[in-house]
């Protein structure tokens, strides 16, 4: 239950600093998990995601990630490292 996770962090002395709001939309494509979400007041992204092995060639994976970004017109420039919670705080002068 949601609610009664977030009493217990405010009694444990968490507090609320910003809320995210998004819809996802999943689809596997080429063995891929591809997320679209849509974020209340910051927009639409876009993740590919891949689950490897812990061996896994990291710059083959990586390679392969942004091949299918590409073909959804997405260019390593447009690449966000911050997450939700950081680029709300950012939309908020926090």
């Known amino acids: 239950d949601g609610k009664q996770v977030a009493d217990m962090l405010i009694r444990v002395g968490y507090t609320h600093d910003v809320s995210i709001r998004k819809v996802r939309r ?3 494509y080429e063995g891929l998990e591809v997320c679209f979400d849509h974020v209340d007041e910051l927009g639409c992204f876009t993740e590919v995601e891949a689950l490897c092995e812990e061996d896994a060639d990291v710059d083959e ?3 392969r990630l942004w091949n299918i970004m590409k073909k959804l017109g997405i260019k390593e420039e447009d690449r966000v ?8 705080r950012i939309h908020k002068g926090m």
């Open 26 to 28: 999943k689809a596997v």
């Open 61 to 63: 994976v990586q390679t």
């Open 81 to 88: 490292h911050k997450g939700y919670d950081t680029l709300m």
